[in-house]
């Protein structure tokens, strides 16, 4: 079985730029989160899709980030415009439903803002 | 509010040492579940166990193993005979009950260095 699958891996861009990150969530997964981590610190919900609708996005900066999963499968993850204390690795995980299951990461993006 | 603590950022032993990494967590909620993740240098955040607040029997898994407290809010996670490989970054998470998200939350993590 495939697990999460994510990219690019790393970005490196200049701060008031735009990135996006791609998440594809193992088949079948109805919910999908994408995490924040910065550098030694615990992971950061930002935003939780249950199929293509959102559950949570409390923790969102909405005026900079914004997040779709229009089909309900994969999902993308912007920043507009990036500033430097967005640097971190974006993590997406994904479960088979909404509720305490286990959650199946992926590699991240890990993204440097200059 | 709810919080996750592992006051041990980080932990040095020598391969075959018995760790313990402490997990501390504060909720208002009566219903919730403890996790424990392991991330190694590649990144990904791996599951290890899931607990709900109503099991407080312990659980041994292999080399590890994990003691719930509730009267002191504590989830422990033990690692007997320490390995090489066990080297990674280890988060103790929360998630509650209430609107059912499954969403985590994590405390800061505890780097364990497992020296040969």
């Known amino acids: 079985e495939a697990g999460v699958a994510q990219s690019p891996r790393y970005k490196i861009i200049e701060k008031r730029q735009s990135v996006a990150f791609w998440c594809n969530p193992i088949?079948?997964?109805?919910?999908l989160y994408w995490y924040q981590q910065i550098l030694g610190q615990g992971p950061k919900l930002l935003i939780q899709?249950?199929?293509?609708?959102?559950?949570?996005d409390s923790q969102l900066p909405k005026d900079r980030f914004s997040a779709e999963r229009l089909k309900g499968v994969d999902s993308t993850l912007k920043i507009q415009p990036a500033k430097l204390e967005d640097s971190a690795v974006y993590l997406c995980?994904?479960?088979?439903?909404?509720?305490?299951?286990?959650?199946?990461f992926g590699p991240g993006t890990r993204l440097t803002v200059t | 509010a709810q919080k996750v603590t592992q006051a041990q950022t980080e932990i040095s032993v020598v391969e075959k040492e018995d760790v313990t990494l402490d997990c501390v967590y504060e909720?208002?909620?009566?219903?919730?579940?403890l996790f424990w993740y392991k991330q190694p240098p590649s990144g990904e955040l791996v599951f290890l166990i899931r607990?709900?607040?109503?099991?407080?029997q312990n659980e041994i898994s292999g080399r590890y193993s994990w003691n719930f407290q509730k009267s002191t809010s504590s989830f422990n996670f033990t690692i007997t005979a320490s390995q090489v490989v066990d080297s990674a970054v280890y988060f103790c998470a929360l998630s509650e009950a209430v609107g059912n998200t499954g969403k985590l939350i994590f405390g800061q993590g505890t780097t364990l260095q497992v020296k040969p």
């Open positions: 899709f249950q199929n293509n609708g959102v559950v949570d």
């Open positions: 088949s079948g997964h109805a919910t």
């Open positions: 607990r709900n607040s109503f099991d407080e």
């Open positions: 995980a994904s479960s088979l439903a909404r509720g305490p299951y286990e959650q199946y």
């Open positions: 909720t208002r909620d009566t219903t919730y579940y």
